[in-house]
């Protein structure tokens, strides 16, 4: 039933619009009969009512003027009163048709035609897995003297935190203007599979499943800097490109890793730098957390469209330095994978040395570097091809519980969002005019006061069916009798062909 009620936007909010502009006219309609029928209902009373408050309640006499009488040195308490109720009144249905669309927003929301059970997410960087990972890989051809590295991870590292299908960028959690990436795995890595058909559902979400955010300030401290035993030198003799990999945990910054990149600039020698002198480099610090988010992504091409969901953010667990190192040098260590040094990760930042000296041109390095620091943890977590275990189709059911979640093929649709607030404004405004109209309609019927029969030409009603309190004549106008009882019909009768004029002749002396 919900997917028939739901129908366009622009339909959505023009019956929104035209509903609520109903029930203001309704309101603005009933207030001004309710203040007609008090105005005739004191009047009827032995002692009349007072000419300040009798205007007051007139529908005749217009808002601005009822607001003069109501700042009126000369109006009794009484008229004041009246006057500032019929003037709130009418605020509150006007003001309260204004707040119903203050803060009113259109939101995407998503209407599902299947779910299905997956593991989905990145969890936390596992160091115990970089070896078995690395194990693995050698084991598939043992006679291999070199170290494998599959094209696979190689391609997926250049712009790990860049892409779409694996990660988004996210608000930064505790510094401003750092670069904050969302590392989630996208459906990519769910398991089991998204099942075929749905054609006119073209998108898959993933509800509660852990990510990884990683912020990255981009320097370190100054009061930091890295020792001989926190570097890797990556080189090899006889080449001119070599880098001094750094990673080191923070002593300033509270539960982050500061890293860097220094390149070699004539190469290496004996797993050192051929010269020890200022070498350009580029530098980080960053900082890790867990968190839980929900996910919606292309079921063509498996990118991330939004993410829906953030849960709360927590830091993550201390860093093995020596594994996280170590799953570095997995993929940077060109020797060990007999990778050609102007085919290896050294080569951009070795070229890129003009750009390192000026922090505004080395954008595209410190992406790199990013996606480098970036890997691991994307890389060597429980729901990755570094953990052995992992099935490539099917649910593995070894893995920790927060991995286990649904997923959904949808397809989106508008969602208009009313503001709770604006709309308990709203309903209290309105409830308290209906409440007032309702209270003056009750009061009527217990005071059983005598109501004259109106029409709905109040200028004849008030001159033939008032009079003053201590007038002689029956009213204000013509004692014609039959007039105090006339309805619409007999009044359009009886006046049907009669001219009306200003009273005294002196006026239109001028004009003749």
């Known amino acids: ?18 509903t609520q502009g109903a029930l203001s006219t309704v309101l603005t309609f009933g207030l001004s009969k309710t203040f007609e029928l ?18 007051c309640l007139s529908p005749t006499t217009p808002g601005f003027e009822v607001i003069r009488i109501v700042i009126s040195r000369a109006s009794g308490w009484t008229a004041r009163l009246w006057g500032l109720v019929r003037v709130l009144s009418m605020a509150a249905v006007w003001i ?23 593991t ?36 997926s590292i250049y712009s790990l935190v860049g892409n779409s299908v694996y990660s988004t960028n996210a608000p930064p959690i505790d510094c401003e203007g750092c670069d904050s990436y969302l590392l989630t795995g996208g459906v990519i890595m769910t398991t089991s599979w998204m099942p075929a058909g749905f054609d006119a559902y073209p998108l898959v979400s993933v509800g509660k499943l852990p990510a990884t955010q990683i912020q990255f300030r981009r320097t370190i401290p100054e009061s930091e800097s890295f020792q001989n035993e926190d570097c890797d030198v990556f080189g090899r003799e006889g080449f001119l490109i070599g880098i001094r990999m750094c990673v080191a945990r923070s002593k300033v910054v509270p539960d982050s890793v500061i890293a860097g990149v220094y390149v070699c600039t004539n190469g290496t020698e004996n797993g050192e730098c051929e ?70 990760f050294a080569e951009p930042f070795w070229s890129g040395q003009e750009q390192l000296k000026d922090p505004s041109s080395s954008s595209e390095l410190m992406r790199l570097l990013q996606s480098i620091l970036a890997f691991p943890f994307w890389y060597f977590q429980p729901n990755n091809y ?44 309105n409830s308290s005019v209906l409440i007032f109209i309702w209270g003056v309609l009750l009061w009527l019927w217990i005071s059983r006061l005598p109501l ?21 004549g029956d009213g204000f106008g013509s004692l014609d009798s039959l007039m105090m009882t006339a309805n619409n019909k007999d009044i359009r009768h009886r006046f049907g062909c009669t001219r009306v004029t200003l009273r005294g002749d002196k006026i239109f002396d001028s004009g003749r």
């Not at 799953?327 to 994978?337: H, T, V």
């Not at 029409?455 to 003053?468: M, V």
């Open 386 to 429: 570094g953990n052995p275990d992992l099935e490539v189709k099917d649910m593995t059911w070894s893995l920790p519980k927060e991995f286990y979640t649904t997923a959904r093929i949808t397809r989106p649709y508008m969602r208009i969002t009313i503001d709770r607030g604006m709309l308990a404004a709203f309903i209290v405004l």
């Open 96 to 118: 309260a048709a204004v707040l119903l669309f203050v803060r009113t927003s259109v939101v995407t929301a998503y209407d599902s035609v299947t779910e299905y059970n997956v």
């Open 120 to 155: 989905a997410g990145v969890g936390q960087f596992n160091g115990s897995l970089v070896p078995r990972a690395i194990e693995r890989f050698r084991n598939t051809t043992p006679d291999y003297p070199y170290q494998i590295l599959p094209f696979s991870t190689i391609s």
């Open 275 to 344: 010269r020890v002198a200022e070498r350009p480099n580029i530098t980080t610090t960053m900082s890790v957390y867990d968190r839980t988010v929900s996910l919606v992504a292309s079921r063509m091409n498996y990118s991330i469209l939004a993410v829906t969901e953030y849960g709360l953010a927590h830091p993550s667990p201390a860093i093995d330095i020596h594994s996280f190192r170590q799953g570095l040098a997995w993929f940077l260590d060109f020797n060990a994978s007999a990778t050609p040094p102007p085919s290896s």
């Open 38 to 55: 008090l105005h005739w209902g004191l009047t009827g009373r032995r002692r009349g009512l007072r000419s300040d408050v009798f205007f």
């Open 1 to 18: 039933m919900h997917r028939v009620l739901k129908i366009e936007i622009g339909s959505s909010l023009a019956v929104l619009r035209i």
């Open 452 to 472: 004259p029969v109106l029409s709905s030409y109040p200028l004849i009603d008030f001159a033939f069916k008032n009079k003053e309190l201590d007038h002689s």
